[in-house]
């Protein structure tokens, strides 16, 4: 006789036993976002709303959009997406004249579900006109901070990995990260002009180990070291700010002022995770326009699709004064501050599951 086998089947969301579970964690999570709105309004930010469909998502090559479809009174139909962060829209109104603005704006990106990843989740957006991004890690600094307070904690969390979101960040660029935790000299891969050597960096690769595909492109290769060697090193015991990255590396990012070769471009981790991502933004239209001309030819290479260009947003940029912006993503903040384990827990109505 065959044994009978029993499949366990985890209960939704909104089942009052599952619910109670995350409460908690949910409740800090509304905290934490009036923390975080107080902290801006101290220092004169105004929070914007912005619209969720757009005619462009964005032009990042490894950035997945929901597509959909306004329908005209003809009948005739227009493309539109979900957008994968409100930048484009931000961008726009510090054309119009806004100074600081902040943005808690719900975003979309396919194919990204996971203990850290959500196909729809909360982008905190804000932008400081006039202003270095340096003045953006600092706030980065006093955020993880003060979600921490809000949060009722003395430290940020995730599975074994801790943070003192008290202590002051540590910062390191990404060329120091490669050669510290790879062994790698990044730099020489890369030439006044920006321009990549996929070749010079796969040998560096192969001397310390690291695996290199025939089909590995100059980003396939960068990627694999952040992931693989740099990445598991950062924010541990403190938070860590990684900064100028290789401008094609940093698309929406302008060159750093003493080397051509680096954007002002850097990310914060905490517990061995990102949290945000920050530009000295570029608001030369022609070479944006360039940029994503690269990025969409590369999507198309390795997905076979590109999203269209936002021409509005070029346009906007002819008046953009410069400015600096951050993007953190918010679910991820609350889940270090509560000690939450997957980022379900912090969404008070997750998107439901799909069948495989």
Known sequence: MASLSTTSVASPWWTPDVHADR???????????????????????????????????????????????????????????????????????????????????????????????????????????????????????????????????????????????????????????????????????????????REQLAGSLRQVGIRVALDDTWADLFSRVIVEKVEPNLGLGRATILYEYPVAEAALARPTPHDPRVAERFELYACGVELANAFGELTDAGEQRRRFGFEMAEKQRVYGESYPLDEDFLSALHIMPEASGAALGFDRLVMLATGAQRIDQVIWAPVAETAS
């Open 23 to 197: 409460r908690g964690f949910l409740l800090g999570r509304n905290r934490i976002q009036a923390a975080l709105r107080g902290f801006f309004v101290d220092r004169d930010f105004i929070e914007v709303d912005t619209a969720t469909l757009q005619i462009s998502p964005g032009n990042e090559a490894h950035l997945h959009a929901f597509a959909t479809a306004a329908i005209n009174a003809d009948g005739s139909e227009v493309p539109l997406y979900l957008h994968t962060s409100p930048e484009f829209a931000c961008k726009k109104l510090l054309a119009a004249g806004e100074q600081r603005i902040s943005c808690f704006a719900h975003v979309y990106r396919n194919r990204e579900r996971g203990p850290l990843h959500h196909p729809e989740f909360t982008m905190l957006e804000w932008y400081r006109v006039g202003e270095t991004y340096q003045a953006l890690m600092d706030d980065c600094a006093a955020i993880l901070a003060l979600a921490a307070q809000a949060a009722g904690r003395d430290v940020l969390s995730y599975r074994v990995r801790v943070t003192d979101p008290f202590a002051v960040p540590e910062r390191i660029t990404v060329a120091e990260a490669f050669a510290a935790h790879a062994g790698v000299d990044l730099l020489a891969s890369i030439d006044g002009d920006g321009e990549t050597d």
